[in-house]
């Protein structure tokens, strides 16, 4: 019972570190995602990269404003409505990345002496895992959602900040690619070949769809640059 106590009580210590993350200083997070600490990781990183992209496009539709650009207003209050929500959503991605895998340490840890005991945490562990590989696939999603709204835009813009409508899906899709990355290495775990399946085909269809919104409004961002 003292072992189930300990390993709640380091759940629940992970938990509020979870939620102070965003409100570290840059230096303060660099330092703890450079430290020999597993979290934050690369989910985390993951979801911080979103969270940049987000940023960005919020601060484009925000200067996108004005006389000349009146006709756009409407759809720049959504795009900045938008962001400001992702950017929200992405701090509860990084939270949850640091919960799932406080969560599969907290199985790991669970005793396996009895037979009992043995099918408890087997069962444990693949919940475990399933939630460690969905936390990433879900910010895919979301990113590549993200992107798309952006590419509706980018026509309408300021061209004083095109290049920043840039970065922001640079950033959207480094999220991505991230988050993919990390679903990758928690697919292993999960022994259930249909959830391995369906996050696998999910999982590449999302790092492909990112990676050619990315090019494609880099390549259009570029046109307007010259």
Known sequence: ??????????????????????????????????????????????????????????????????????????????????????????????????????????????????DEEKKFRSTELQKAAVQAASVPLHLMKRSCEIMTELDKVTDMVNKNVISDLGIALINLDAAVQAAWITVEINLGSIKDESVRSSFRTTGAELASRSAELKQRVLENIKEKLV
């Open 1 to 114: 019972m003292l072992a189930i106590r300990l390993q709640q009580a380091d759940q629940a210590e992970e938990t509020d570190t979870a939620t102070q993350v965003f409100d570290q200083t840059i230096r303060d997070f660099l330092q703890s995602a450079a430290s020999s600490a597993p979290t934050p990781g690369g989910g985390s990183i993951a979801a911080l990269s979103a969270a940049l992209g987000a940023s960005m496009g919020s601060m484009v539709a925000n200067i996108t404003s004005g006389p000349k650009f009146e006709h756009v207003q409407d759809q720049m209050a959504g795009i900045v409505k938008l962001m400001q929500s992702a950017m929200s959503e992405a701090e509860s991605f990084l939270k949850k990345d640091m919960e799932s895998f406080a969560g599969y340490m907290s199985a790991m840890a669970l005793p396996k002496s009895t």
